[in-house]
């Protein structure tokens, strides 16, 4: 197997389930996929699997206790700089106190300090598994960005046939690698569970913290407004949300980054630059005073392809006798393919396209057309994604055809496995 979590550290968290003996072959994959494993486990694993099987595992001391002098090993310290907690096997117990916020252990208080995604994989007898208060921990843990695996069914050790079985190692392996992303290829984009709660509430920073150092990022977002009169305008009905969401997963892997925003009712991320405009030309005028500063320019912006030849300066009235108003509008700038077109420094150009309609041509054209580096093509026909929803489906093309495509995910998490990609694809450009 290719060493596909190079560099990775993961924190494997055993907890006290029968099925502790299949973490072992999970540590084993897990540093033969190249990642630097961490194990935690409860004082009940213990008396499943010992601790020094994992240490030899491993190669690093296995944390139990949390007072432990001769381990010193702290609940702070064995998250920090994580990529991904999983828990595996997770048991009804440490479930519940993970729902509850009870830190009475190592890996339920690292659970806590935990700003990595987490993960957990229950196993536990059917009936456990299928108890009111487990079902409602496991969907707490859900809303809150916790991923979680769902059990097998097949033979448990207490003699049934049923749900609750922890699943076979090697597919615990392929969920921690679609978690961090290491799989943007077309033929395997298995769905990530959805988080049901938007990303303040999430555990699911996907990047390292450092990947974008250096960088200098401008990206569009929102709609444009133009002006018919004091109180008319032309607009449309993008929220921004996936822009904002670009600039938050920007803004977490280190990149320096400034969001030229047409009018919306979100709250820019802190520590991002924001620079507010109102209609197209605004917008034009912003980005191209910037632009040719930066390393990348995301077009998120659903810029408003017309505006009015004039913008009256009195409300337009209504005149008896008269049904029809024309209005004269005349076609905006196009504001991506004035950076793609950038004779002198000219940034790495991502453009959107917003298709409801042969999708893919109309997209490729459009990146070709406007001298772009990568097109992002989400269908707004589509009624659960685009245009306001929290998700979004979307494919990347490049000039040499589609580069990846990510099924239906919370924006915030397109945002995160869409920056990787850019900036991945810029620095290959170098
Ligand atoms: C032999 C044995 C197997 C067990 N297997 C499971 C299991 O698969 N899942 C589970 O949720 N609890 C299981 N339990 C019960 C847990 O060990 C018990 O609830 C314990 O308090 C869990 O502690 P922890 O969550 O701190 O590891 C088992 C107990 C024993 C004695």
Do not use: W
């Not at 139990?64 to 920090?80: M, T």
């Not at 407004?225 to 892997?253: Q, T």
Request: glycine share 6%.
């Amino acid at each position: 197997m290719k060493a596909r979590l190079q560099n990775r550290k993961i924190v494997l968290g055993v907890s006290g389930g029968i099925a502790a003996y299949k973490a072992c072959t999970l540590c084993r994959l897990l540093v033969k996929l190249g990642a630097d494993v961490h194990v935690v486990m409860t004082e009940a694993a213990t008396h499943l699997v010992g601790k020094a099987t994992f240490e030899a595992l491993s190669g690093h001391p296995v944390g139990v206790e949390i007072f432990s002098q001769a381990q010193r090993i702290s609940h702070i310290s064995l998250v920090k700089d994580a990529d991904l907690m999983i828990i595996a096997p997770a048991t009804a117990n440490t479930l519940a106190k993970f729902t509850a916020g009870i830190a009475d252990n190592l890996m339920t208080a690292a659970f806590l300090a935990a700003t990595c995604p987490v993960a957990v994989a229950p196993a536990m007898n059917v009936n456990m598994y299928r108890n009111a208060a487990t079902q409602e921990n496991i969907q707490t843990l859900k809303r809150r960005g916790v991923y979680v695996l769902n059990p097998a069914s097949g033979p448990l050790a207490c003699g049934v046939n049923a749900e609750g079985r922890l699943p076979e190692p090697e597919e615990i392996c392929e969920f921690i690698c679609t978690i961090l992303g290491e799989r943007l290829t077309l033929k395997v984009d298995p769905l990530l569970p959805k988080p049901q709660k938007p990303l303040e509430l999430m555990q699911t920073k996907l990047l390292n913290p450092a990947f974008g150092a250096g960088l200098k990022v401008l990206i569009t977002a929102g709609p444009t407004i133009e002006d018919l009169d004091p109180v008319r305008f032309i607009s449309n009905r993008s929220s921004g949300k996936m822009g904002y969401a670009l600039a938050l997963a920007f803004k977490n892997c280190g990149a320096e980054v400034t969001l030229v925003s047409g009018p919306v009712n979100i709250k820019a991320p802190e520590g991002v630059k924001l620079v507010c405009v109102r209609s197209a030309q605004d917008m034009l005028t912003a980005v191209d005073s910037l632009a040719g500063e930066q390393d990348i320019v995301v077009g998120a912006a659903a810029v408003a392809d017309y505006r009015s030849l004039s913008v009256a300066k009195d409300k337009i009235k209504k005149q008896d006798g008269v049904d029809e108003l024309c209005l004269h509008l005349i076609k905006n700038p196009d504001i991506i393919a004035s950076v793609g077109m950038r004779e002198v420094n000219r940034p790495y150009t991502v453009g959107f396209a917003a298709e409801t309609s042969h999708t893919e041509e109309n997209a490729q054209s459009k990146l070709i057309r406007k001298h772009l580096d990568l097109i992002v093509l989400n269908n707004v026909a589509k009624k659960e994604i685009g245009f306001d929803s929290n998700d979004n489906e979307v494919t990347v093309f490049n000039k040499d055809g589609k580069v990846a495509h990510f099924k239906t995910q919370p924006k915030s998490i397109i945002a995160e496995r869409l920056v990787k990609l850019i900036i991945e694809s810029f620095k290959a450009c170098l």
